[in-house]
C-alpha cells in the first residue's frame, strides 16, 4: 500500500501557487488561501507555503505581483523577507540544541566542483554568530549551527547568494527537483557543444587537408564557424565563466579561472583572426574542450550523486504520509502529512508500510525489518511496550504505535546528521590535499605566464594554443576529489553494512589500528544477565534482599539493573537514589542506607564467596553490614568467537577490559581466545590501560556500550560504540554499530583499509598526471583538445576509482596486515 499523497487522477494545473514551477500532471499538493484551493509543484512548496500562511504571513501572496522567475527567485524572496527567520517554518528543518543556538540541514545549488565546497564553508564561516558549518561535496547538503541571539537563518542564506549559490531548506523531495533539472540543463549545455563541435569540425577538417582552397573559401569556413562557436562559448561554456568571476570577485583562484582564460583567449584570439584575416583560428579546439569538460563534469554528476546514494535512500526512508487515529482507541483513521504529526498522536501502519517517526508499540504483534538502518537482514519482532524506529518496514501485521519522536529528533535523523558530519570532516591526508589544490591554480597561472614569455621568444605563433593547452590540462579538482568521493562512497557502504561512520577521521585511524580492546557485558557478551545464585546474610531472606536490589536498579537500564529487577518485584521505593558509574548504587530505603555494586563499593572487608565458573558477584549492604552476594553470569555473544578470529587474521591485538570479577572476565577471555585480559577495572583502569597502550605507540581502537565505557571511548584514537549501549557512549565514539552483527567489526576494518589504498590512488594519480601533463604543454605536445580530454578524464577516474567501495564486498582475510609483536598479556 502506497502511502505517498499523490493522485493519479488528479488535474493538470499550469504553475506552481509557491514557486511558479509548472505543476506535474497526477500531482495534487493542495494549499488552502483566501477560502481557495490552490495548488503546489511538491511537498516542500505544499508545506513551506501553508505554514507561511497559517503564521499569519500571507500578505506575501496577496501583495505579490507575479509568480517568481524560478524557485531561486521565490526561495530568495523568502529569505529577504526574513520568513525562514519563523519558528513555525523552521520546525520541519531546524534543530533547536539549546536557547540560542540552532542548527539547519540546507541544500546548495550551483555547486559544480570542490572549490565550491571550501569558498561556501569559508564565506559562511566567517559569518558573525555561525558557530560550523559542514558541507557534504556528494549530496550538497551543508549543516549550519549558528547562535539566533546575533544572526537570523535569512541572513546566512542571504549571504550565500550573495556569492552566487542558492541554499534553501533540505527536503528529499526538492533534492530530487533539484538534481533533475541540474542534469537536464547540463544534458541542454552538453547536446549545443556537441552539436557545434561537430559542425565546426566538418568546416575545420577541409582546411587542414584540402590544398587548393582558395581564400575566399576558408575565410566563409572561417565565419561559419564562428557562427557556430558563439552558442557554444556563450551557453555551453558560460558556468565556466560565470565560476571564474565569482571566484575572482571573492580572491579566490577555482578551477574555473584557468578554463575560463583558456576558453576565452583561444576564442577571442579566433575571432580577432577571422576579423583582420591573418592568424590562426582554434574554433575546432575551442568547441571540442568545452564539449570534453562538460562531458566529464556530467559524467562527474551522475557518479557523485552515485556516491552519496546511501545518505539519500536514508533519508527518503520517511513515507510522505501516514494514517493516525485521532481518537484512539477508537478506530477512527485520518490520512495526515507526516509533517503534521504531534509527539502522543496514535498512528496505524499496515504491513508493507513504513514507520513515519520513532515510538511504542501499544497493540499488535509484527516483524519490522530494519534492514536499511541497521544492516540486519533478519527481522525483529515487535509486541506491545517494543520500541519501533521511523524508517524501518512494518513487514507482517497492523501495528498501532504511539509517537514519542518526530523529525529532527528520531534515531534516522540522528544517523543522517552524523553520516553528513563524517563525510564533511576531512582526514589529515584530505585537509594537505585541500591546501595543495587552493596553492595549485596560483602557480599554474605563474608557470603559464613565464611559459608563455618563453615561447614569445621562441617561436610567437605557438604561444597561444601552448598557453591555452596547460591552462585546461592541469586539473586541480582531482586533487580536491581525491578524499571527499572515496570518503563518501565508503561511509555509504559502511552504512549499508551497519557501521556507522560519525567523525572524519574514524576511517583513517581504524585503517591504522594496531590495538582492539573490548568491554565485556554488552560489547563481547549478549548483555542480558541473569541472577544464578543469591547468598543472604545476617537473617535476612532471599526474597527480601532481592526486592531490596530491585528497588534500588528500579530506575536503571544498565544489564546489571535489568537482571536484578527480573529476579524480584520491589516491594518498596527507594530514594535519593546515588549511581556511581563503574561502582554501583546507593539510596535510602525507609530510614536505612543501602549500598549495591561491586565488591570493592559495597564489601570492601569481605572475601568473595565461591561462585560458579563465570559468575560475577554483585554486594548488598545495609550501611556498613554486608546483607547479601548475588551472583551474575552472562554468556557470549554467538558470533563472537568468529569475528574476533578475522580480527586476529588482519592483524589486530585484542584485549578485554571489563569491571567484572576476575573469574567471569577470565571465563570468558578464555571463551573466545583472548590472551590480554583485565578484570576489576574501574572507568579511570580502563582509561589508563589505554593510554599505556598509546604510550608504547600503539592505535588504539575501542568497543564499548555502557555509561563507563564514556571516557575511555573518548581517550582511545578511535572508538566503536555498540548502537544498542547508552547514548552517552555512542556520542562519544567515532562510529557506532547499528546492529549486533559482531562481524561489522572485521568487515569495517578491511574497508577502512581498501578506503586508505583508494585514496593514495587517487592522490597518486592526481599528482602524477600533473607531473606529467604540464610539462608535456609546455613543451608543446599536448593540443588544446587533447588537453581538453585529460583535464575531463583525470577527475573522472578518481571518482570512478572512488565508487569502487561503493559494492566492495570486505573480506577481512585478505586485509591482514604486520603489525609489532603482542605486549605481555594483562591479568
Not at 520513532?358 to 537482514?377: K, R
Not at 525483529?380 to 517494543?386: E, F, G, Q
Amino acid at each position: 500500500m502506497s502511502s505517498s499523497p499523490r493522485l493519479t487522477d488528479a488535474p493538470f494545473f499550469s504553475d506552481c501557487f509557491h514557486c511558479g514551477l509548472p505543476v506535474p500532471e497526477g500531482a495534487r499538493y493542495p494549499i488552502q488561501f483566501d477560502g481557495e484551493t490552490k495548488e503546489a509543484c511538491c511537498r516542500g512548496c505544499q508545506a513551506v507555503a501553508q505554514t507561511i500562511i497559517d503564521s499569519g504571513q500571507g500578505a506575501y501572496y496577496t501583495h505579490r505581483t507575479a509568480l517568481p522567475a524560478t524557485p531561486q527567485a521565490a526561495e530568495a524572496e523568502l529569505a529577504q523577507l526574513g520568513l525562514y527567520d519563523l519558528p513555525e517554518i523552521q520546525e520541519s528543518f531546524v534543530r533547536v540544541e539549546a536557547e540560542n543556538i540552532r542548527e539547519a540541514a540546507l541544500i546548495l545549488e550551483n555547486i559544480v566542483c570542490a572549490a565550491c565546497i571550501w569558498l561556501n564553508e569559508r564565506h559562511i564561516a566567517a559569518l558573525p554568530g555561525v558557530l560550523s558549518v559542514e558541507i557534504n561535496y556528494a549530496t550538497r547538503r551543508a549543516r549550519v549551527r549558528w547562535d539566533n541571539s546575533r544572526i537570523q537563518l535569512s541572513a546566512i542564506l542571504k549571504a550565500v547568494s550573495d556569492i552566487g549559490y542558492i541554499a534553501h531548506p533540505f527536503d528529499p523531495g526538492r533534492s530530487d527537483d533539484i538534481y533533475k533539472r541540474e542534469r537536464n540543463i547540463a544534458i541542454k549545455r552538453l547536446a549545443i557543444a556537441g552539436l557545434g563541435m561537430m559542425q565546426v569540425m566538418m568546416y575545420a577538417l577541409p582546411s587542414y587537408t584540402a590544398t587548393d582552397m582558395t581564400d575566399d573559401i576558408r575565410l566563409l569556413m572561417r565565419w561559419a564557424s564562428l557562427v557556430l562557436t558563439i552558442p557554444v562559448v556563450l551557453y555551453s561554456a558560460w558556468p565556466f565563466f560565470i565560476g571564474a568571476w565569482r571566484d575572482l570577485k571573492r580572491r579566490t583562484l577555482g578551477m574555473d579561472v584557468p578554463v575560463a582564460l583558456g576558453v576565452g583567449t583561444a576564442f577571442v584570439a579566433s575571432v580577432y583572426a577571422t576579423f583582420f584575416g591573418h592568424g590562426e583560428v582554434y574554433y575546432d579546439s575551442v568547441t571540442m574542450f568545452i564539449f570534453l569538460l562538460l562531458t566529464g563534469r556530467f559524467l562527474e554528476m551522475n557518479a557523485r550523486r552515485r556516491a552519496g546514494a546511501a545518505v539519500e535512500e536514508l533519508v527518503k526512508l520517511i513515507p510522505a504520509a501516514t494514517t493516525r487515529l485521532p481518537n484512539w482507541p477508537l478506530r477512527d483513521e485520518e490520512q495526515v502529512p507526516v509533517a503534521r504529526l504531534a509527539v502522543g498522536d496514535h498512528i496505524l501502519v499496515r504491513p508493507g508500510e513504513t514507520l513515519p517517526a520513532d515510538g511504542v508499540v501499544v497493540e499488535g504483534d509484527s516483524a519490522v525489518s530494519e534492514a536499511m538502518l541497521t544492516g540486519e537482514s533478519l527481522p525483529v519482532t515487535k509486541t506491545v511496550n517494543s520500541k519501533v524506529v521511523g524508517g524501518s518496514l512494518n513487514q507482517a501485521s497492523p501495528l498501532v504505535v504511539k509517537v514519542d519522536k518526530l523529525g529532527a529528533d528520531t534515531r534516522l535523523a540522528s544517523i543522517v546528521r552524523l553520516l553528513d558530519r563524517a563525510q564533511s570532516e576531512k582526514p589529515r591526508i584530505g585537509q594537505l590535499a585541500d591546501r595543495a589544490a587552493a596553492w595549485f591554480v596560483g602557480l599554474l597561472l605563474v608557470i603559464t605566464v613565464l611559459v608563455g614569455l618563453v615561447w614569445y621568444l621562441i617561436d610567437p605563433s605557438k604561444v597561444l594554443w601552448i598557453v591555452v593547452s596547460i591552462l585546461v590540462v592541469t586539473c586541480p579538482c582531482a586533487l580536491g576529489l581525491a578524499t571527499p568521493a572515496a570518503l563518501t562512497t565508503a561511509t555509504g557502504r559502511l552504512t549499508k553494512l551497519g557501521l556507522l561512520t560519525t567523525r572524519g577521521h574514524a576511517l583513517e585511524t581504524l585503517a591504522r589500528a594496531t590495538d582492539l580492546v573490548f568491554d565485556k557485558t554488552g560489547t563481547l557478551t549478549q548483555g542480558r544477565l541473569s541472577v544464578r545464585r543469591v547468598i543472604a546474610l545476617n537473617g535476612h531472606t532471599e526474597d527480601e534482599v532481592s526486592g531490596i536490589a530491585a528497588a534500588l536498579e528500579a530506575g536503571s537500564e544498565h544489564p546489571i539493573a535489568r537482571a536484578l529487577r527480573e529476579a524480584a518485584t520491589p516491594t518498596r521505593s527507594a530514594s535519593q537514589i546515588r549511581n556511581t558509574p563503574g561502582r554501583g548504587v546507593e539510596g535510602m530505603i525507609g530510614e536505612q542506607i543501602y549500598r549495591l555494586g561491586s565488591p570493592r563499593f559495597a564489601a570492601p572487608a569481605h572475601t568473595l564467596p565461591e561462585a560458579a565458573e563465570g559468575a560475577s558477584w554483585i554486594a548488598l549492604a545495609a550501611g556498613d553490614a554486608l546483607i547479601a552476594w548475588f551472583a551474575l553470569a552472562d554468556t557470549p555473544r554467538a558470533d563472537a568467537p568468529a569475528a574476533l578470529a578475522a580480527l586476529t587474521a588482519q592483524g589486530l591485538r585484542l584485549h578485554l577490559l571489563s569491571g567484572d570479577a576476575e573469574g567471569a572476565v577470565q571465563a570468558t577471555a578464555q571463551q573466545l581466545g583472548i590472551t590480554d585480559w583485565h578484570a576489576g577495572a574501574l572507568p579511570e583502569d580502563k582509561l589508563a590501560y589505554v593510554k599505556a597502550l598509546q604510550e608504547q605507540g600503539r592505535i588504539v581502537a575501542m568497543v564499548g556500550d555502557g555509561i563507563n565505557d564514556a571516557p575511555v571511548l573518548a581517550g582511545a584514537q578511535v572508538s566503536i560504540a555498540i548502537g544498542e549501549g547508552a547514548d552517552v557512549a555512542q556520542a562519544a565514539a567515532d562510529m557506532v554499530m547499528l546492529g549486533s552483527r559482531l562481524a561489522t567489526l572485521s568487515e569495517g576494518v578491511a574497508l577502512a583499509r581498501k578506503t586508505q589504498t583508494i585514496i593514495r590512488q587517487n592522490l597518486g594519480w592526481a599528482l602524477g598526471y600533473n607531473l606529467i601533463a604540464i610539462p608535456a604543454a609546455a613543451l608543446g605536445y599536448v593540443t588544446p583538445w587533447l588537453a581538453g580530454i585529460g583535464m575531463s578524464v583525470s577527475s573522472l577516474l578518481v571518482v570512478l576509482n572512488a565508487l569502487r567501495l561503493s559494492d566492495y564486498k570486505p573480506n577481512p582475510s585478505a586485509a591482514a596486515s604486520t603489525h609489532p609483536s603482542p605486549l605481555p598479556a594483562h591479568r
